[in-house]
């Protein structure tokens, strides 16, 4: 079983930069790819960015590409997603999932594991 539990949310002003991290528990995790999605209020719960089990392939929604770079540390077991010129619709909860790496990477019901979220805020 993979428990994800992320961290490093918080209230930032538009243009400022947060990293969100997601410590992992269980085995292989170099087996899982791993991806970020967010959801604001009222709206879907929306992809992110993914990265493949090696950390090889990077995948990104049109939405942050150029702003947000995904990242892992197999040895820790931990991903990461650095957020640079945060904008006000970046608000969201952001969830860290865990997916087979055979799995559609873009789509949220490809994966099999959930973190609890963590909030993110930018402000005008």
């Known amino acids: 079983q993979v428990q994800l539990v992320e961290s490093g949310g918080g209230l930032v002003q538009a243009g400022g930069s947060l990293r969100l991290s997601c410590a992992a528990s269980?085995?292989?995790?170099?087996?899982?790819?791993m991806g970020w999605f967010r959801q604001a209020p009222g709206k879907e719960r929306e992809f992110v960015a993914a990265?493949?089990?090696?950390?090889?392939?990077?995948y990104y929604a049109d939405s942050v590409k150029g702003r947000f770079t995904i990242s892992r540390d197999n040895a820790e077991k931990t991903v990461y997603l650095q957020m640079n010129s945060l904008k006000p619709e970046d608000t969201a909860v952001y969830y860290c999932?865990?997916?087979?790496?055979?799995?559609?990477?873009?789509?949220?019901?490809?994966?099999?594991?959930w973190g609890q979220g963590t909030q993110v805020t930018a402000s005008s």
């Open positions: 269980g085995r292989a995790f170099s087996s899982y790819a």
């Open positions: 999932a865990a997916a087979l790496s055979w799995a559609r990477l873009r789509e949220k019901y490809e994966y099999s594991y």
């Open positions: 990265i493949s089990g090696s950390g090889g392939g990077t």
